[in-house]
Structure formats: C-alpha cells, structure tokens
C-alpha cells in the first residue's frame, strides 16, 4: 500500500517555495499540503492542516524560524520537523537541534536528496546534512556542562535506551525491541536527557559515539547522521 506524507512548508521566498514543491511532487510519497511565507502564518497553517512534515526556514522576517519551530513544538502536532536553511553556522545548527528539530538540512543540497532525507526523518530518524557532521560534533563537545554527568548515574534500562539512541532507532522500535512501551520509552529518553546534561536525543546519540574508543569501526549513528 502506498503512503502518501502531507508536508508543509514555511519560507518567505516564494521562488523557493514553488522550486521544493515541485521538488516533493515528483515523489509519489509526498504531498505539499500547504506553503506559508510567515513563521505566524505557518504555525496556524500546520494547526490547521495536520501535516507529517514541517519544512522551516530559519532566517524569516518577523517571527524567526528557530521561535516558528519553538512554538510548533508546544502545540499538539505529531509532526515531524525540519530546518530547511541556506545557514551553516554552528550556533543556529545547535539552537535548532535544542528548540527540537528532527532535522537539518541546507538549501545547496543535491535535489534528488530531499526527499530521501524527508522519508528517514518521516520514518523516525534525525536527518542532518552530511556536511555539518563534524561541526555537530565538536560543538556539542565544547560546551561547559553539555554531557558533563557520566553514564554511571543511568540505571540500567535507561543504559539500554542510551544504546539504542546511539543506534538511531526511534521510540517505536525501542519499544519493540526491548519489550516496553511508547510511553515508558518517552519517559526514559527523558530521564537520560536530563541525567546527562543534554538537550536532545541526537545529542545523546553523538555522546555515546564519542565517550566509545576512538579506533573503532563506524557505528549506526555515523552512517546515521549522513
């Protein structure tokens, strides 16, 4: 059966718009649901529309698109949430990642590419541009306090949880796989978050590649952030 995943997108250049659309509409998975040129005007159009994806901008005139994502994240939307932005800095990259986005992307991107990243991110997973992968890295390394608490202080489900974040895998399939529920995974994802001092899952992921030896072979999360 096929799926059809309802994207919205928020940019004030609507060129740029009217380019990702026809993008995504020539993937029969996808379909354009709604465009707004506002991070306000988005906000009431997901509310209204439902959609699977938000495809954002972050440089926006008026509301931002890291305060559009902000305010998405406190409604009760399911949907999933992508920077989609000309912007490689370091700071915006991470101030998106900790206000909640399940993705960042970058406008130079291969076309063919966007809607591959769409369906990871739809399936569960946190999509970044492949470029940005060291820069992600060793941000979430400087900071003072950032994963400064040690892993001793998880028991040993939550250790288990921290596993299966590094491996990439989403709540659904940590809760098949260890034989608990939605829910109960939501509440250990959170509990390790805050145990280690870090704001998202894919900062968490990234601790526990780094804390493992350095002369070892790639693992999921380093074939998963590309």
């Not at 206000?99 to 769409?118: I, S």
């Not at 940590?174 to 529920?181: E, N, Y």
């Amino acid at each position: 059966m096929s799926i059809m995943i309802k994207v919205v997108l928020i940019d004030d250049h609507p060129l740029f718009r009217k380019g990702v659309r026809q993008m995504i509409s020539q993937d029969p998975s996808f379909k354009v649901v709604g465009e707004a040129a506002s991070g306000q005007q988005g906000l009431e159009l997901a509310q209204a529309l439902n959609p699977d994806i938000v495809l954002i901008d972050i440089n926006m005139k008026g509301m931002s698109g890291i305060d559009t994502l902000r305010r998405l994240k406190a409604t009760d939307l399911q949907a999933r949430y992508i920077i989609l932005t000309v912007s490689n800095s370091e700071d915006d990259l991470i101030e998106a990642l900790r206000a909640g986005a399940d993705g960042y992307l970058l406008k130079d991107m291969e076309p063919e590419d966007l809607c591959t990243n769409l369906l990871k991110a739809w399936s569960g997973a946190t999509v970044l541009q492949d470029t940005l992968t060291e820069v992600l890295r060793s941000a979430l390394l400087s900071p003072v306090g950032v994963g400064s608490t040690g892993e001793e202080t998880l028991t040993p489900r939550e250790r288990e949880i921290l596993e299966c974040l590094a491996d990439g895998l989403n709540n659904k399939t940590i809760a098949r796989k260890l034989g608990i529920s939605d829910a109960t995974v939501k509440v250990h994802v959170k509990n390790v978050l805050r145990k280690l001092n870090l704001a998202s899952r894919l900062e968490a992921a990234v601790w526990k590649h780094k804390s493992k030896q350095p002369n070892r072979s790639p693992s999921k999360i380093d074939q998963g952030l590309h």
